[in-house]
């Protein structure tokens, strides 16, 4: 909605495309989520954290449960929820950043990283099923420092390739 109403400036044929479907691919990816999240014959406690949880990582979803009251209904998990494959990796670390190719270089960049690789089902099983039953999501969040310190800007960068359709 920013690119379209919330700028001062038109926005271009890109803008239109690149945010509505980057948009769609969020949102898709964000359900998914939120569905590993979600358990519907827990209780208690347990069914709480989830019901959070699941909240936080999908909001509309979240408010969608609350007033169907699905929230607290006990009934069977449906099968999409759970994928055919699940696999995650996150490495934590620091890197520095120098165009001289000496880590003493007093230009160099210091940067903290958290890179994260999920893949979420499989590309040949799940190939007759719905949109996005299998996907890659990969993503580096790290902060830029320099003399404003060492969290002024986060940077985040994300790739995805999920399957729309295939035979």
Known sequence: MW???GEVWAPAPNDFFNTSLGGITLGEI???FSSLTLDNQASGTNRVVREVGATLINPVRGFNRL???EMSEISANPPDWRPTRLQAAMDVGYRRFSSSGDVTDPDALDQTFIR???VYG???TDLNKA???AF???GTLATRSDTRGAIADLVVAWRTRGQVAGR
């Open 30 to 32: 964000l359900f998914r």
């Open 136 to 138: 890659q999501l990969q």
């Open 3 to 5: 690119e379209e109403f």
């Open 116 to 118: 994260f690789n999920v």
């Open 122 to 124: 499989d590309q040949m």
């Open 67 to 69: 007033v169907r009251g």
């Open 131 to 133: 949109p996005f039953s």
